[in-house]
């Protein structure tokens, strides 16, 4: 009898113990990094890790002011001598400029062996206020820039059968959000693009990351924070923000673990948990925890989207006892 009890016992814990044990992680010391969008924010703290880490390190943007700065930056973070680390000035939505830089590149500093994109940027407004030019805007940056990277890459990556890639959603990847009709749109996408471009390279022993990071401490944040209406503010202060140190150290881990979403934090886990859908997963024992928690974390999903509705009725009958008024 006692000894049903031990068993029974110790299934839980032998599952949780393989649900905790780490993933092999992949080296990039000695490996070309391109980050683009890697001279400001989060793509500017992911490219010193990988100058911590030992990898020669290119950083692409548009602004070449602040690509010097930050290479002389990354300089000052090196571990070897001949560690090389290179900027380069392309928009990333100009698709040839991109894949005629990217083949350039790699004749001058070696093989790319992980790209991370990080370029992107948000303005928030109800979807009537944008203008044409700001949706374009808004899609160029955050979508097609992620694709032509990708288009850029991949041909290379396939002939070397190997390779990592970065792309970067945002928690409204997984959820709409008031506010963010637009922007939300465009990450949205950038999923449909990371899960199937997941399967295409998947044999030819190349990884891909989506990183889906919560409200971080950064230039492009501070831009989007002016944009935001009194509903999204009013949703997205409880959630306080990351630095972006911490996004990039856990986009890294991720990356070189190969795992498909990453993510920061309690709220941010719960997110992603209930969004996991058709995702593709690392082992067995992650969606056999994930799948005893969704249906819980469902019932506390209603709890946030009950929140989220008050808070916007709230200033919806505001505006409207203002307009009466006038
Ligand atoms: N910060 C947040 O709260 C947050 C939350 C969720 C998701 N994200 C996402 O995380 C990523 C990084 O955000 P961040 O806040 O770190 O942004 P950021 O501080 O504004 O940095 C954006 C970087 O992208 C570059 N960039 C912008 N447009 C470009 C283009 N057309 N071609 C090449 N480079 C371009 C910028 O340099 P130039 O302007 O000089 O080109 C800069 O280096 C974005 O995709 C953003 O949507 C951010
Ligand atoms: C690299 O991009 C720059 C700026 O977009 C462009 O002027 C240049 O022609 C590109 N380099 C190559 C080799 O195509
Ligand atoms: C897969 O890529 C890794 C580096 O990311 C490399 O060490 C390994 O040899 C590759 N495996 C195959 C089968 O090509
Ligand atoms: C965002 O804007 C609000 C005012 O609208 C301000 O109180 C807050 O400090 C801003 N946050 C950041 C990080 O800029």
């Not at 973070?77 to 991109?98: A, G, M, P």
């Not at 990556?157 to 963010?180: A, C, D, N, P, W």
């Amino acid at each position: 009898m006692e000894l049903i009890w031990i068993v029974l016992l110790l299934i839980p814990v032998i599952l949780l113990a393989l649900y905790l044990k780490p993933l092999p992680k992949k080296s990039i010391k000695g490996k070309h990094v391109v980050i683009i969008g890697g001279s400001s924010g989060i793509g500017k703290s992911t490219a010193i890790l990988a100058v911590k880490l030992g990898a020669h390190v290119t950083v692409i943007a548009r602004n070449i002011e602040k690509l010097e700065e930050t290479q002389q930056l990354l300089k000052t973070h090196s571990v070897n001598e001949d560690q090389v680390i290179n900027k380069l000035s392309v928009d990333v939505c100009n698709y040839e400029d991109l894949e005629n830089n990217l083949s350039e590149l790699e004749m001058v500093v070696g093989p790319i062996y992980m790209l991370v994109n990080c370029a992107g940027m948000a303005i928030c407004g109800n979807v009537e206020d944008f203008s044409l030019q700001q949706i374009k805007q808004l899609v160029d940056i955050n979508f097609l820039g992620s694709l032509y990277s990708v288009k850029a890459i991949v041909p290379k990556f396939k002939q070397r059968r190997e390779g990592i890639i970065v792309l970067t959603g945002s928690q409204v990847s997984l959820m709409g959000m008031y506010g963010y009709s637009i922007y939300s749109s465009v990450k949205f996408a950038l999923r449909g693009l990371a899960e199937s471009l997941y399967m295409e390279v998947k044999p030819f022993n190349i990884s891909v990351t989506l990183a889906l990071p919560p409200d971080t401490d950064t230039p492009g944040f501070e831009s989007e924070n002016k944009t935001k209406p009194i509903e999204t503010k009013l949703i997205s202060e409880v959630g306080g923000l990351v630095d972006p140190e911490v996004v990039a150290q856990k986009l890294m881990d991720d990356a070189l673990t190969g795992k498909f979403f990453s993510y920061v934090g309690f709220e941010s886990f719960i997110l992603t948990t209930l969004c996991t859908g058709m995702s593709p997963f690392n082992r067995m024992i992650d969606v056999v925890f994930e799948s005893a928690l969704l249906g819980l974390l469902r019932i506390i999903s209603a709890f946030y989207i009950s929140s989220f509705a008050s808070i916007i009725q709230k200033c919806h009958i505001d505006k409207e006892a203002v307009s009466k008024k006038k």
